[in-house]
């Protein structure tokens, strides 16, 4: 649900590898490396859900403020979109906006590359300072029948 609490991370998948024995449970072995290689940004990250992945979407919206807080100096933005419910020809636009409570001016600190199909993108980290403590996913154009998705931030 919106606000819940999540982890998320870009993660590259190195090496997969079956047991197989005949009569036996399937083993096998899994390693990976998370970020998007030496000197990535992009890390495993505790965040927040903005965008409920049950929610069939019919056109554009602005969601639900979610309290995650200011962003130091020091700090970045991380966020991750994923769609996996894509029905009609088109495309979807998303961004992530930040303010204060009630949304009286929002800034757009995000907006996420048009989805023509199911996928998912976890864009480069946007650096802090970020004085605003509330965010929200807002869906800016739509021209699809339907679509689910999750929109998840956090900050590092």
Same mark, same amino acid.
């Given at each position: 649900?919106?606000?819940?609490?999540?982890?998320?991370?870009?993660?590259?998948?190195?090496?997969?590898?079956?047991?197989?024995?005949?009569?036996?449970?399937?083993?096998?072995?899994?390693?990976?490396?998370?970020?998007?290689?030496?000197?990535?940004?992009?890390?495993?990250?505790?965040?927040?859900?903005?965008?409920?992945?049950? @929610?069939?979407?019919?056109? /554009? $919206?602005? +969601?639900? *403020?979610?309290?995650?807080?200011? %962003?130091? #100096?020091?700090?970045?933005?991380?966020?991750?979109?994923?769609?996996?419910?894509?029905?009609?020809?088109?495309?979807?636009?998303?961004?992530?906006?930040?303010?204060?409570?009630?949304?009286?001016?929002?800034?757009?600190?995000? @907006?996420?590359?048009?989805? /023509? $199909?199911? +996928?998912? *993108?976890?864009?480069?980290?946007? %650096?802090? #300072?970020?004085?605003?403590?509330?965010?929200?996913?807002?869906?800016?154009?739509?021209?699809?029948?339907?679509?689910?998705?999750?929109?998840?931030?956090?900050?590092?």
């Amino acid at each position: 649900a919106v606000g819940d609490p999540c982890e998320f991370g870009l993660v590259a998948l190195a090496n997969y590898s079956q047991k197989v024995t005949y009569g036996q449970v399937l083993k096998y072995d899994v390693s990976g490396a998370i970020g998007g290689g030496v000197g990535s940004k992009r890390r495993w990250v505790l965040g927040k859900v903005l965008w409920n992945p049950d @929610t069939n979407i019919t056109g /554009t $919206a602005n +969601g639900t *403020e979610v309290l995650i807080g200011a %962003a130091a #100096a020091s700090e970045s933005l991380h966020l991750a979109i994923a769609l996996w419910e894509f029905v009609g020809a088109g495309s979807i636009t998303v961004r992530v906006e930040s303010d204060t409570t009630g949304f009286p001016s929002a800034t757009v600190q995000k @907006t996420f590359t048009a989805l /023509t $199909a199911i +996928g998912s *993108e976890m864009p480069e980290p946007i %650096a802090g #300072a970020i004085t605003d403590t509330y965010y929200r996913a807002a869906i800016s154009a739509f021209t699809l029948t339907s679509a689910k998705m999750i929109v998840v931030a956090g900050i590092r």
